[in-house]
């Protein structure tokens, strides 16, 4: 297949770039799959209505057919046509967090793709706050399922390159808006119950949900000494944005850090260390990268997928990684490198 990509300007919306929303959006219409950028990562699209177009986003990513999708939407009246009801915390959430890195669990109506939902009874919906995003489903007038837009396990893509690199003939589409803001995917909260539950961390913080509805819980599955529960986020158990050099996160000093590369290297390994403005200049080893700073996580946040992904166009054999405190959003950052290593932590005396 012949992956169709358009530059579409974010800024410019509204004048030469719009012909190409409107090629976009006649592709979903036809029930292809079409990838596009959000705030957060880039999606891969697809009519949340259709059986056909629904099965194509699983089959171009590999995704295994019980881990269900989030629905996009750009306005709420979409949302009554998919829900059945909404409870007054996910009211206030949407109007404090939408469009934003929030996607919200509802009950749902029986009415979009079956695989959407992977068999549950309740749906993920999120209005992303990216004007390409809002303008491709407010055009092509469907609620678009959408996962991250990469080959699954790999990092979620932040740039319309790595799209190319991991569906390129594989999907009908390719919307180029430039970098991804956030850097990781929405906050994923369960709005079913009486307490929000946060099922998966994200762009979101858990402390900027607590401004808006008090007391929010997080699923227990989520913390590290707990990976033998089943999370109820069914995405959430896979290994994920995993680098093909195993990956090892580092509780310790820089000292701490260096030791681990020597003892690698004296072993004749090629090593590679993820690490911070702050750090870099003071480790030695075969690749090092920085992936932001230690006083601003949301750097670090921004570049992460990205680093995970030039470490594969290196020969590294291991990564270590710096790790951050799990707080703000840290927490998602954590969460997201904890599954990269697979809950490898080696940790100083
Ligand atoms: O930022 C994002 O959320 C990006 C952009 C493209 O919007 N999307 C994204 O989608 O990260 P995906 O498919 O990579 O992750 C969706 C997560 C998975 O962990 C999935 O299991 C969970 O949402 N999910 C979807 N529907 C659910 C449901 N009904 N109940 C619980 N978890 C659900
Ligand atoms: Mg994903």
């Known amino acids: ?43 891969l699209g697809a009519n949340a209505y259709s059986d ?3 099965t194509k986003i699983f089959q171009a990513k590999g995704r295994p057919s019980d881990n269900p999708l989030i629905v996009h939407i750009s306005n709420k009246k979409q949302l009554t046509e998919l829900v059945d009801n909404i409870p007054a915390h996910a009211e206030k959430l949407m109007d404090k ?16 793709s079956q695989y959407v939902t992977a068999g549950l009874d309740t749906i993920a919906i999120r209005m992303p706050d990216h004007p390409v995003a809002l303008a491709l489903i407010e055009e092509s007038g469907l609620p678009l399922a959408a996962p991250s837009a990469n080959l699954s396990g790999k990092p979620s893509p932040t740039t319309a390159k790595h799209v190319v690199d991991d569906l390129d003939g594989k999907i009908a589409g390719i919307v180029d808006g430039g970098q991804t803001g956030v850097g990781l995917e929405s906050t994923v909260v369960d709005c079913t119950t009486e307490i929000p539950i946060i099922l998966r961390p994200g762009g979101i913080t858990k402390e900027q949900l607590e401004q808006v509805v008090g ?21 959430m158990k896979y290994t994920h944005y995993a680098p093909i050099a195993p990956l090892y996160m580092v509780e310790g000093d820089v000292d701490y850090l260096q030791h681990l590369v020597d003892k690698s290297r004296s072993e004749g390994k090629i090593v590679g260390v993820l690490s911070t403005e702050e750090h870099i200049a003071r480790l030695s080893a075969d690749v090092v990268l920085s ?36 707080v703000g959003v840290g927490a998602a950052i954590m969460n ?11 940790k100083s005396e």
């Open 1 to 43: 297949m012949n992956t169709i990509q358009w530059t579409v300007d974010k800024n410019e919306l509204k004048s030469s770039s719009y012909p190409h929303i409107q090629q976009a959006a006649s592709l979903l219409q036809q029930d292809e799959v079409v990838a596009f950028p959000t705030e957060t990562v880039y999606g």
């Open 97 to 112: 967090c939408w469009p934003g890195p929030l996607t919200i669990i509802f009950s749902k109506k029986n009415n979009v």
């Open 52 to 54: 056909k177009a629904v």
């Open 215 to 235: 007391e929010v819980a997080v699923d227990p599955a989520l913390a590290s000494e707990n990976i033998e529960l089943k999370p109820k986020s069914p995405g």
């Open 336 to 346: 997201r490198l904890n599954k990269a290593a697979g809950y490898k932590v080696l």
């Open 291 to 326: 992936v932001g700073t230690r006083t601003d996580l949301a750097t670090v946040a921004v570049n992460l997928y990205e680093k995970l992904r030039q470490f594969n166009e290196t020969n590294v054999d291991i990564i270590y990684s710096e790790s951050f405190p799990a």
